[in-house]
T-cell receptor
Framework: NAGVTQTPKFQVLKTGQSMTLQCAQD?????MYWYRQDPGMGLRLIYY???????DKGEVPNGYNVSRLNKREFSLRLESAAPSQTSVYFC???????????FGDGTRLSIL | GENVEQHPSTLSVQEGDSAVIKCTYS??????FPWYKQELGKRPQLIID?????GEKKDQRIAVTLNKTAKHFSLHITETQPEDSAVYFC?????????FGAGTTVTVRA
């Protein structure tokens, strides 16, 4: 039982390059989330998927797209990376409404 | 959307003393309040949570209190130990989404 698995763990991109961050869970999560974490700003929601087949914008969606490929997988895509998107990205999942979110180990992304 | 404010941003305590972190939220419809601990370079991990129909919850040295009228909730850590040193985040859930505070860096001095 791996929990929430994110790939890659580290990535360096050049401005303008595209990339997809992968997230997969084996905890039967119905809802899945993508956050970014920047120093002094806590975790900010980028996009989420309340259930398979649905996606919605969070607090900071600009410059990102997501795909809920199936119940297990929720990917985050940067179409044209910008230095402002340098951050640590966390994927999380939740089974039911009053159960906590479980986080992956994060992807550390640097954009030069 | 929900706005969560967290204080203090840093907290240094002597080993064995208590630590208290306070959070306020803006939307009275928020109904679930988790606390996460994050060690350096690691994922956030849930340490305790409370629902809006409960005023207090305790788990060994950790307790959380909720005041719905004032829209604030607090984390209390008693008998602090060096392994309690970490960043702590509060959060409030509104319409199925969590909004997080900016975090409190807790340092326990030996």
């Amino acid at each position: 039982n791996a929990g929430v698995t994110q790939t890659p763990k580290f990535q360096v991109l050049k401005t303008g390059q595209s990339m997809t961050l992968q997230c997969a869970q084996d905890m039967n999560h119905n809802s899945m989330y993508w956050y970014r974490q920047d120093p002094g700003m806590g975790l900010r929601l980028i996009y989420y998927s309340a259930s398979e087949g649905t996606t919605d914008k969070g607090e900071v969606p600009n410059g990102y797209n997501v795909s809920r490929l199936n119940k297990r997988e929720f990917s985050l895509r940067l179409e044209s990376a910008a230095p402002s998107q340098t951050s640590v990205y966390f994927c999380a999942g939740r089974v039911e409404i009053y159960q906590p979110q479980h986080f992956g180990d994060g992807t550390r992304l640097s954009i030069l | 959307g929900e706005n969560v404010e967290q204080h203090p941003s840093t907290l240094s305590v002597q080993e064995g003393d208590s630590a208290v972190i306070k959070c306020t939220y803006s939307d009275s419809a928020s109904n679930y309040f988790p606390w996460y601990k994050q060690e350096l370079g690691k994922r956030p991990q849930l340490i305790i949570d409370i629902r809006s129909n409960v005023g207090e919850k305790k788990d060994q040295r950790i307790a959380v209190t909720l005041n719905k009228t004032a829209k604030h909730f607090s984390l209390h850590i008693t008998e602090t130990q060096p392994e309690d040193s970490a960043v702590y985040f509060c959060a409030a859930r509104f319409l199925g989404k969590l909004s997080f505070g900016a975090g409190t860096t807790v340092t326990v001095r030996a």
